[in-house]
Antibody
Framework: QVQLVESGGGVVQPGRSLRLSCAAS????????MQWVRQAPGKGLEWVAG????????YYADSVKGRFTISRDNFKNTLFLQMNSLRAEDTAVYSC?????????WGQGTLVTVSS | DIVMTQTPLSLPVTLGQPASISCRSS???????????LSWLQQRPGQPPRLLIY???DRLSGVPDRFSGSGAGTDFTLKISRVEAEDVGVYSC?????????FGEGTKVEIK
């Protein structure tokens, strides 16, 4: 059974950092590209970042470029999102999703709240 | 960036009746490989998104056949042939043809 479980969210002050994790199981993690997608309260879905199956290519939304870094550990079946210089507008539920041509599995998400 | 525009944003439906949601992209979603990477997601209240349809019209395994997708180029449609109570939620189209991936605003389906 495919499972994606995010962790690492919480309340953080503006300008601080947070690292999210997404633990994958039930499929061959190293064979899949992976994405981070967020949803601000009451808003629609916004793609944040993506990484190829082997970690060799990474893509970012303009809104997070230079502040967020996506990475993965294929030995530990885990996807990461390092978030630096956080802003109030980064407040959202962050979810990891499997795939690139289509997002075939999603985690429940972890809530990040940026507030002083 | 490709802008995805969904209509309507709210869709009250009678149980057992059909429903239709439109999604229009600001540019063609045909990839250089010839495929069109347009998907439909369902998000039930309190749940994460769930993929229903990919590449315009392919249903993910386990998705009821009352859901169907159609379209080409820049105009796409999700249809529910007979709405059931479990179909309540927000439906979003998403293009994964090019980065950055972009989503429609979402259509809230509710029972009248």
């Amino acid at each position: 059974q495919v499972q994606l479980v995010e962790s690492g969210g919480g309340v953080v002050q503006p300008g601080r950092s947070l690292r999210l994790s997404c633990a994958a199981s039930g499929f061959i993690f190293s064979s899949y590209d992976m994405q981070w997608v967020r949803q601000a309260p009451g808003k629609g879905l916004e793609w944040v970042a993506g990484i190829w199956y082997d970690g060799n290519s990474k893509y970012y939304a303009d809104s997070v470029k230079g502040r967020f870094t996506i990475s993965r550990d294929n030995f530990k079946n885990t996807l990461f999102l390092q978030m630096n210089s956080l802003r109030a507008e980064d407040t959202a539920v962050y979810s990891c999703a499997r795939g690139r041509t289509h997002l075939s599995a999603w985690g429940q998400g972890t809530l990040v709240t940026v507030s002083s | 960036d490709i802008v995805m525009t969904q209509t309507p944003l709210s869709l009250p439906v009678t149980l057992g009746q059909p429903a239709s949601i439109s999604c229009r992209s600001s540019q063609s979603l045909v990839h250089s490989d010839g495929n069109t990477y347009l998907s439909w997601l369902q998000q039930r209240p309190g749940q994460p998104p769930r993929l229903l349809i990919y590449e315009i019209s392919d249903r993910l395994s386990g998705v009821p056949d009352r859901f169907s997708g159609s379209g080409a180029g820049t105009d796409f449609t999700l249809k529910i042939s007979r709405v059931e109570a479990e179909d309540v939620g927000v439906y979003s189209c998403v293009q994964t043809t090019q980065f950055p991936f972009t989503f429609g605003e979402g259509t809230k389906v509710e029972i009248k």
